[in-house]
């Protein structure tokens, strides 16, 4: 029962427009949605996050919106550059539903490549 | 400042030995985590602590894995009787206390079970 779900795996975009990474879940107690990313052979590393009182956070090249009554989220980059090219997780957390608030629950993550 | 470490980088055992996987938390951080990456999965949640204890361990797939925390500071994850399914990236994350929400990540261990 997969709780975070990104439903392409992957993703190619040109240098210079705009890349669009989908995320759903199923799980209404998430309450605290986040990006990471990821080069092969590191691990991952915090790009953006959001708290379910928002709809939109934006973070210079990186936007994430937030749609609760779909249960989906989005992170746009624009413009996308080449250094862009990794591997992008989705996760999210009960941050104040109480339970297991400590937990990020992880999409399967979707390659991005920007082609010069 | 330095972030988290892992050690060693990547292993590779043989089916039934048992494997010690090793994670540094970045200073101070007094929650530490362990998940695990398969193949073409996401990230599975293993295991919790909070210093020295484990409020949670209900991520670990079997009684061949266990994992310690000493000093509230230095993590070892243990997998005895390794098998072939237990081949994956292990991945440890620390953070400050009150802010899981900000999980730090080491590069993880790349286990090769043969």
């Known amino acids: 029962d997969q709780q975070v779900k990104q439903n392409s795996p992957s993703l190619s975009v040109q240098e210079g427009r705009i890349s669009i990474l989908n995320c759903d879940y199923t799980?209404?107690?998430?309450?605290?949605f986040l990006w990471y990313k990821k080069y092969p052979a590191e691990g991952p590393t915090f790009l953006i996050s959001?708290?379910?009182?928002?709809d939109k956070n934006e973070d210079g090249r990186f936007t994430v919106f937030l749609n609760k009554s779909a249960k989906h989220l989005s992170l746009h980059i624009v413009p996308s550059q080449p250094g862009d090219s990794a591997v992008y997780f989705c996760?999210?957390?009960?941050?104040?539903?109480?339970?297991?608030?400590?937990?990020?629950?992880f999409g399967k993550g979707t390659l991005l490549t920007v082609n010069p | 400042g330095a972030g988290v470490s892992q050690s060693p980088s990547n292993k590779v055992t043989e089916k039934g030995k048992d494997v010690e996987l090793r994670c540094d938390p970045i200073?101070?951080?007094?929650?530490l985590y362990w998940y695990r990456q398969s193949l073409g999965q996401g990230l599975e949640f293993l295991i919790y602590?909070?210093?020295?204890?484990?409020?949670?361990k209900s991520g670990l797939p079997s009684d061949r894995f266990s994992a310690e925390r000493t000093g509230g500071s230095v993590s070892t994850l243990t997998i005895q009787r390794t098998q072939q399914e237990d081949s994956a990236v292990y991945l440890c994350?620390?953070?400050?206390?009150?802010?899981?929400?900000?999980?730090?990540f080491g590069p993880g261990t790349r286990l090769t079970v043969t």
């Open positions: 994350a620390s953070s400050l206390m009150f802010r899981s929400y900000e999980q730090y």
């Open positions: 799980n209404s107690m998430f309450d605290y």
């Open positions: 959001i708290s379910s009182i928002k």
């Open positions: 996760a999210a957390s009960a941050l104040r539903s109480g339970g297991s608030n400590y937990k990020l629950t």
């Open positions: 200073s101070g951080h007094t929650a």
């Open positions: 602590f909070q210093g020295n204890s484990a409020p949670d």
